[in-house]
């Protein structure tokens, strides 16, 4: 049961970094349709009733404590929206009820070799991912190629938000960067490397909060492992490929923006000047900031959170979806943070930041402790992976979807497992 839970997970995650909303909207029909990562949640389930010990041993961590508080109270608010929005209510439950994942991976990686082998189940991804950033980007984005769908699916098959692209960029980009601390050997560096500035410029063209999640990611991993000379040339190398494509004046067409260095400038600049920033750039970060306002403002209000079901537009009046018919309904606050305050309130979004605090504090510990190198280069991954995720998700409801919460939620459940197998060798270094 605990093989097939595992396999399973591979599997939802290889087809969640790859073919992302394609892969997610896989289904059984039905009046109330069940899909891939659900079906997942119950194997997990399953396995962890048979298996009491698996929650035993994931409870040792303060993360795994702070997270079934934090999924107790999005118990208590789901029940009354269940009665009064119906399926709409456990669909916005996701983003704390994927969190399951975690609890039950931190108690079924017993033995750091259960951990390496997730690692080198990675290995294989990692060039995969690097390969398929920028050419999906380049073919379906500015070509124009139509992929085709699943039956009974309203989009095609390989459909990626571009802001998970840029979380698995950072992703894959912090483990490269590892590897050789990780004792991990990765062949046709120089081709990686230039896959990896082609990446940055792709996902930097299309998408703002995946290519500060990817930047912020791979920053974070190298002021903590590298010395300064390290990480000049890194930059160095980053900085010639961009270079090389001004120069060559590189530049796709791809709809209202194009891929080229002149959009990734013009999409950074739109993350420091906000509303100032050009054309359609300003109005998607002004709407966004106006409804993240709105709820900030009327926080006193809705203290204890709306619970789930409603239309968060709708609760908080927000008056931009009726001025502009640009602006989609607004479900959730486009910010998983914030729909969390938002909907759970300030008892479930102060849950949330110690979740986290505590999380990243255990692997940072393990980063700064006379561990062996391997380990240290494995939380130094799940640190970057991680936080690229949490910075996504402040541009994009992100951590709501099985793309991005599943993934998520797995790098909590590693880090819980490998907090908890370290925590008696650090507190013997003390």
Known sequence: MVRLFKYYLILLLIGYATFNKGFAYIHIPGPIPIYLGEIGLFIGLLLAIANLSIIYRSLNSYVSRI?????????????PGILKYGIDAVKDSAIW???????????????????????????????????????????????????????NSPVPIIYPKFGDLGVHLGGAVCFV?????????????????????????????????????????????????????K??????????????????????EAGVRSISTQQLLLNISSIVRGSEAPGELAGTVYWRVMFW??????????????????????????????????VPILRNAHNSHLTILARMGIPGFLLWIMMLFFYFSALYRII????????????????????????????????????????????????????RLSTKRINSWK
Not at 98 to 126: E, H, P, Q
Not at 231 to 252: E, R, W
């Open 177 to 229: 960067l590892l590897s050789s601390i990780l004792g991990i050997r990765i062949p046709f560096k120089p081709l990686i490397y230039l896959l990896i500035g082609l990446g940055f410029i792709s996902v930097g063209s299309i998408n703002r909060g995946g290519f500060v999640a990817a930047v912020f990611s791979t920053l974070l991993v190298s002021f903590l492992f590298f010395k300064p000379s």
């Open 231 to 252: 990480i000049v040339k890194v930059l160095v190398i980053t900085v010639f490929v961009v270079f090389l494509f001004y120069a060559l004046n590189i530049n796709f």
């Open 293 to 326: 306002t709105t709820i900030l403002q009327n926080i006193k209000q809705h203290w204890l959170g709306v619970g789930f079901g409603p239309i968060l537009a709708y609760v908080y009046d927000f008056p931009y979806i009726w001025e502009s018919p640009d």
């Open 67 to 79: 997270y079934i508080l934090f999924a107790l109270l999005g118990i208590i608010m789901l029940i």
């Open 97 to 151: 009820y994927y969190g399951i994942y975690a609890l039950i991976l931190g108690g079924i990686f017993r033995t750091y070799d259960d951990i390496y082998k997730f690692l080198n189940f990675y290995k294989s991804l990692v060039l995969v991912l690097l390969v398929f950033i920028p050419i999906y980007i380049f073919l379906v984005v500015y070509i124009g190629v139509k992929v085709p769908t699943f039956p």
């Open 368 to 419: 700064k402790a006379p561990l062996s190198p391997k380990l240290r280069g494995t939380a130094g991954w799940l640190i970057g992976y991680s936080s690229a995720s949490v910075i996504n998700a402040i541009f994009d409801p992100s951590l709501e979807s099985p793309m991005g919460g599943i993934w998520f939620w797995s790098l909590i459940g590693l880090g819980v497992a490998l907090s």
